[in-house]
């Protein structure tokens, strides 16, 4: 996997964590530099431990499924972008809280970074560098995350289903890149 595909990838799976921060900037009527540290942390964090841990996981057994890897790779990425996109169009409304707490966050974290935990799962069976994958992913989120805080605090909720439906169509594009690409290098 190349940069330019790591970077591409860090991004689509930064936009549920974006999604996440611009609801967290909704809900703070007085903004702190502090609101988007805290929150560009714990999501860039959490993005860079999830494909470590999934990673780690995956390189136990990689050996077993080398010869379908390819299509568990573009089946896990078109998965989690389906998902982003079911969310994108949800008409549910999550409820802003304004907490930056650890009770608060740490789920909020978890749960904008279970993609990333499936993605490590496929960087090892293409036998990505971990180390720079995890960076990429965890700095492309905490930046995403800062911004995600104060676009949400000026202008709204208007961006937040965007920012689904991009992640997860740029999620599917590269599952079904990384099999079209395995397929044509059989031919």
Known sequence: MKLLDLLITAIALSMDAFAVSIGKGLSVKRLKASHCLI?????????????????????????YIQKFDHWIACVLLVLI?????????????????????????????????IDALATGVTFAMMGVNIWIAIAITGLTTFVFSVAGVKIGNLFGSRYQSKAELVGGLILIAMGFKILVEHLLGKA
């Open 81 to 113: 972008g389906a998902n982003m996109l079911r969310e994108a169009f949800s008409k549910e409304e999550e409820q802003g809280n304004d907490s930056f707490s650890f009770r608060v966050m740490l789920p909020l974290a978890i749960a904008t970074s």
């Open 39 to 63: 929150t560009g942390a714990y999501f860039g964090g959490f993005q860079a431990l999830m494909p470590l841990l999934g990673f780690l996981l995956a390189s136990s057994f990689a050996s």
